[in-house]
């Protein structure tokens, strides 16, 4: 893999010496220019000793899709300055998310409205917590380009022993103005820090998409294989918090650890959705042309006589277009997915639970899963007086778990679901926009299960800018998903089709105006479902624990603001995230009270090429009892009333430079540059990394 390295960075940089004469950028690169404004000259050679000028159109449009109904939403390329060191943390650009410290190790936000778990839609929770690295339908970028577009990212810090690196290669076409082809390959490899502790995750996605007049498609093939070693947290907090208390000193690497395991899981998706418009064609405006230009004459065309100043005769062409009325939409996603635990430590070490007799634990389970959805559309503003959308849909969801059972057999569960809905949107328009959506939802025996979810937004022109507000809110009424129902493995056995549904309300609202956001919301929570770990024996510095489903009785109130809010003066930028927020129960639902993150830099042009950001950012939050992190699931538990340890109430400081020349960026970060003894956990009995020298760059290439 350095070997890869060293010769991908070798290319990239001797690129460089040759990048002015391929293609000229501006600041941010926009690929969303016009192909008259963004065309620029190549030389090539030509037989003989001449040389030929070749156009090479310059621009390329991405967007994501509604997962659901495969609505396009408008997006900007990965290819922005801003914030590219801070992408690489497997904690979020602004440290939002617990981890157990490694490149793409499992993490969870402490964020509440960041662990919105759709309990009824997301059959999988093994793949939740490694959701930096995996995606959802809504997060992947399609694009549609003029030239062929490839993109190489590459991160990297530590050692070829204790290193992170972490490679990303994307390349897209068009054939004609319609049909974009693509692919994307993705390689992380954290050895990591501490023992036990190194994460392997490969990823692969061929996608397409198809957008013509009546007909659109858009299809992705994702197949991923995740790696994880286990080293179960540190066996003493004491060698990060208290290490002058030790008579030997540790480094990293040296720090004992509890476990000694490894989970495995493939996590392969297809996803299709595509649509038909029907409608009808009109004039919406006329041309007006020489007649003698026309090779055929339209219907419809007039030809006027010639004109008294230059004697041509003039044709007035109607122009036509096509107004959709309704649409047919079927959306499809596809999923076969496999986990598998592998431990040999002994009982009584970690886990106090042995439902097998079998002396190491290699727990299996399989998840198919197979939805589909077909939708009927009424097309907003297809008559001036129509100003609302509508959709009608029904959808049927298939899903097929295996487990093992007593005699470590495979046991199988079948599960069928249909639901039935309707949507109301209106999209166009400049002041007010709205969607509200409601399903009921039945397993063939009952109904009960219902989601009401909507959001609205007013824009509001102030002083140059537009003052919009927006307010969101839902009802639902769901029950756990399978995992919390049924599980079976070594040390963590249940089977419980008794759980309670979860029924969840939210309101809120959000202003956004110039460089202020301001975010809100309160949320009611009836039988909230978790893991919770429970001690049953062992000592209070090696704990063994117990693994199970609890849900609250009552209601958890959750409260949060976020507050954004940006600064600049001449060159220097102040960016701040601000969040505070309650919770009625920490001991089902623990939250941290505040959370901070800002960024202070100063951004200015080299020679008038290179754009350089230099600054150093603060992440803290106050200290709480976070969940822990179990690794035979692979899922964060409260901790045991027992025994909590609270992580939290210590900043981490990273200072950095980053450059973008041309259409390649580049940086150079030291994170956690504060480091000292303290409590710099992100889950409990799991340390984050200390002082690390970090660079990446990212290249984008036109044909």
Known sequence: ????????????????????????????????????????????????????????????????????????????????????PQRAFTAGPTMRYNTTGNLGAPRMSRIFSGQDERMATDPFIFARPFDYFLFSPSQFLFTNTKSPFTNLTYNTCGTRT??????????????????????????????GYYQNQNTSHFGGTLFGSYRGERYRLHAYYNLNHLKNAENGGLEDDIYITHPERLSTSYREPEMPVRL??????????????????????????????????????????????????DGDTLAVVPRMAFRPVASVIHTMRLQHNWRQFLSNNPDNLF?????????????????????????????????????????????????????????????SYNENHITVGAQ?????????????????????????????????????PLRRDSLRIRAFGYVRNESPSFYYRHYHGRNAWWDDDGLHNIFRTRIGGELRWNKTRLTASVENTKNYTHFAHTITNGTLQKPCYSLGVVQAAGNIQT???????????????????????????????????????????????????????????????????????????????????????????????????????????FYVMYTHVNKYAGSYFLTPHYPTNERILRLGISWSFIN
Not at 165 to 181: E, P, Q, S, W
Not at 364 to 374: A, I, Q
Not at 434 to 454: A, H, M, P, Q
Not at 626 to 639: H, I, M, R
């Open 1 to 84: 893999m350095r070997i890869l390295t060293h010769i991908l960075l070798l290319v990239l940089l001797c690129g460089t010496a040759a990048a002015q004469s391929v293609v000229d950028a501006v600041e941010g690169i926009s690929f969303n220019e016009d192909v008259r404004s963004s065309r620029r000259n190549r030389t090539a050679a030509t037989p003989g000793d001449s040389t030929r000028t070749v156009d090479v159109p310059v621009g390329m449009t991405v967007w994501r899709v509604d997962e659901t109904f495969g609505s396009i939403i408008p997006d900007a390329p990965d290819t922005l300055m801003h914030r590219f």
């Open 162 to 191: 204790n290193g992170e690196d972490r490679i990303t290669a994307k390349f897209a076409v068009n054939a004609g103005k319609r049909l974009g082809l693509g692919f994307k390959l993705d390689y992380l490899y954290g050895r």
């Open 260 to 309: 000694q395991a490894y989970n495995y899981m493939n996590v392969n998706t297809l996803f299709l959705t595509h649509a038909y418009d029907l409608g009808f064609t009109e004039v919406v405006a006329h041309d007006t042309i020489g007649a003698e230009s026309l090779t055929r004459r339209p219907e419809g065309t007039v030809i006027l006589p010639p004109t008294e100043e």
């Open 351 to 411: 886990f106090a639970d042995r439902y097998l007799p079998s002396d190491t634990a290699d727990d299996k389970t399989r998840n198919f899963s197979l939805h589909n959805l077909l939708a009927l559309e009424m097309r907003e503003g297809f008559r001036p007086w129509v100003k609302t959308g509508m959709r009608l849909f029904a959808q049927h969801q298939y899903d097929h778990f295996t487990l093992l059972d007593g005699k470590a057999l495979s046991r």
């Open 424 to 460: 109301l949107m209106r999209e166009q328009g400049k002041l007010f926009h709205y969607n509200v959506v409601g399903s009921l939802r039945t397993s063939g025996k009952e109904w009960g299960e219902f989601n009401v979810e909507g959001w609205a937004q007013f824009s509001i």
């Open 559 to 665: 409260l949060q603001a976020t507050l954004c809010q940006d600064f600049s003066w001449g060159p220097l930028r102040w960016e701040n995230e601000l969040t505070v927020q309650h919770s009625s129960s920490q001991e089902h639902l623990p939250l941290p009270l505040f959370m901070g993150y800002t960024n202070l830099y100063l951004k200015f042009c080299i020679a008038h090429v290179l754009n350089t950001e230099l600054g150093a950012d603060l992440r803290y939050f106050t200290a709480y009892e976070a969940p822990d992190y179990n690794p035979a699931v692979g899922q964060f538990a409260t901790q045991d009333s027992q025994l909590r340890t609270k992580i939290g109430n210590y900043p981490w400081v990273n200072v950095y430079v980053n450059f973008q020349l041309k259409r390649a960026r």
